[in-house]
């Protein structure tokens, strides 16, 4: 690890100047996955300013009936999280089919959204690796692929997203509030991850500065039909092969709203629009959801080691519509709430 210096931030504007007038500075609010990189040496940041002082834990209710997660809010605090947990418990699903409970008690819900790829080889610095070092090459096209993208990859980067949080929150259609240098905005949770396409080393669309501040759900959080379903080599603290946040409408056994997206098939929570419309109007019925599964794979192309993610995904899908349906969950994917500490 490099030697560095730390300061803590004590206003959102003085943090966003101190990390403008650094070059090599970082923010750390968690810290669950940074200083992971600091110690292998992936992340070298000369100036580190921490956030934890900073006003930004609170769950609060919004005017238009959504909820606002502040991005200093940790992992656990906000799964468990009563306004959470029954108005959106897709969320609370998914952000505890995460990680170990230790960790889910430090990392922040900002950090949660900029956590890096598991790529064994960004970490490996005897391997190239264009996240890391841009231009150096791709070591996982050629090498062990077993846990990379099958959707949305580029001849640069195959790497996937590592989240849960993430994929409910693509699912749910939340909002990014970020401060930087030039203000505050907002990014629609779909533009905030980015494909690798030429620029693999750029994971979001964040600008130079730029703080994340909040997470906002929108007032709709498909509390009556949701599931979240993750599949992974092993049943607890493992990253996942493929997940799926699924959330439905239903009349009666009709379809009339539906959303779908994927997690460990690509570089950024994955949607298929079209896949969802396919639901809509339609009997919540196998038939139907294998017809989602098959659009949204459409177009996957696999690797030596993760051609079975494409089946897998697939037959995820319909497993978690399922699921969503009938609101039954396998046992390894819901310990969900009962492990309230
Ligand atoms: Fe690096 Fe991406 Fe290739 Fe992994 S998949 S080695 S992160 S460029």
Redesign the pocket.
């Given at each position: 690890m490099n030697s560095f210096t730390y300061s803590s931030a004590t206003a959102v504007e003085a943090a966003v100047r101190e990390k403008t007038a650094h070059d090599d500075a970082a923010y750390i609010g968690g810290g669950t996955n940074l200083i992971d990189l600091m110690k292998e040496n992936v992340a070298r940041p000369t100036h580190l300013i921490g956030l934890k002082h900073l006003p930004l834990a609170q769950i609060e209710n919004l005017p238009d009936g959504g909820l606002r997660l502040g991005a200093l809010a940790t992992n656990a605090d906000t799964a468990y999280h009563p306004a959470v947990a029954e108005r959106y418990p897709l969320l609370s699903q998914a952000i505890l089919a995460g990680a170990s409970a230790q960790l889910r008690n430090m990392a922040t819900d900002g950090g949660n959204l900029l956590q890096r790829?598991r790529?064994?080889?960004?970490y490996d610095l005897s391997?190239?690796?264009?996240?890391?070092e841009p231009g150096s090459?791709?070591?996982?096209?050629g090498?062990y692929?077993r846990i990379?993208?099958i959707l949305g990859?580029s001849e640069?980067?195959?790497?996937t997203h590592p989240s849960d949080m993430c994929i409910a929150l693509a699912a749910l259609e939340a909002t990014v509030r970020v401060s930087g240098p030039n203000g505050e905005r907002v990014i629609k949770f779909d533009d905030f991850h980015r494909l690798?396409g030429d620029h693999?080393e750029r994971d979001n669309t964040l600008e130079p500065g730029e703080l994340i501040t909040a997470i906002d759900l929108p007032n709709k959080g498909f509390a009556k039909n949701f599931t979240y379903l993750k599949l992974r080599d092993r049943t607890s603290y493992a990253f996942a092969l493929v997940s799926v946040a699924a959330a439905l409408e239903l009349d009666g056994d009709t379809i009339t709203d539906a959303r779908i997206a994927l997690g460990g098939v690509a570089h950024k929570p994955w949607r298929v629009r079209e896949a969802e419309a396919l639901l809509i109007g339609k009997p919540a019925s196998a038939d139907t959801f294998r017809q989602a599964a098959g659009r949204i794979v459409q177009g996957a192309w696999g690797h030596a080691h993760n051609h079975f993610k494409i089946e897998l995904a697939k037959r995820a899908v319909v497993r978690a519509l399922k699921q969503a349906t009938e609101m039954t969950y396998a046992l390894d994917s819901n310990a969900f709430l009962n492990t309230n500490p």
């Amino acid at each position: 690890m490099n030697s560095f210096t730390y300061s803590s931030a004590t206003a959102v504007e003085a943090a966003v100047r101190e990390k403008t007038a650094h070059d090599d500075a970082a923010y750390i609010g968690g810290g669950t996955n940074l200083i992971d990189l600091m110690k292998e040496n992936v992340a070298r940041p000369t100036h580190l300013i921490g956030l934890k002082h900073l006003p930004l834990a609170q769950i609060e209710n919004l005017p238009d009936g959504g909820l606002r997660l502040g991005a200093l809010a940790t992992n656990a605090d906000t799964a468990y999280h009563p306004a959470v947990a029954e108005r959106y418990p897709l969320l609370s699903q998914a952000i505890l089919a995460g990680a170990s409970a230790q960790l889910r008690n430090m990392a922040t819900d900002g950090g949660n959204l900029l956590q890096r790829t598991r790529c064994y080889y960004f970490y490996d610095l005897s391997t190239p690796c264009n996240k890391r070092e841009p231009g150096s090459g791709c070591s996982a096209i050629g090498g062990y692929n077993r846990i990379h993208a099958i959707l949305g990859a580029s001849e640069s980067c195959i790497a996937t997203h590592p989240s849960d949080m993430c994929i409910a929150l693509a699912a749910l259609e939340a909002t990014v509030r970020v401060s930087g240098p030039n203000g505050e905005r907002v990014i629609k949770f779909d533009d905030f991850h980015r494909l690798p396409g030429d620029h693999p080393e750029r994971d979001n669309t964040l600008e130079p500065g730029e703080l994340i501040t909040a997470i906002d759900l929108p007032n709709k959080g498909f509390a009556k039909n949701f599931t979240y379903l993750k599949l992974r080599d092993r049943t607890s603290y493992a990253f996942a092969l493929v997940s799926v946040a699924a959330a439905l409408e239903l009349d009666g056994d009709t379809i009339t709203d539906a959303r779908i997206a994927l997690g460990g098939v690509a570089h950024k929570p994955w949607r298929v629009r079209e896949a969802e419309a396919l639901l809509i109007g339609k009997p919540a019925s196998a038939d139907t959801f294998r017809q989602a599964a098959g659009r949204i794979v459409q177009g996957a192309w696999g690797h030596a080691h993760n051609h079975f993610k494409i089946e897998l995904a697939k037959r995820a899908v319909v497993r978690a519509l399922k699921q969503a349906t009938e609101m039954t969950y396998a046992l390894d994917s819901n310990a969900f709430l009962n492990t309230n500490p």
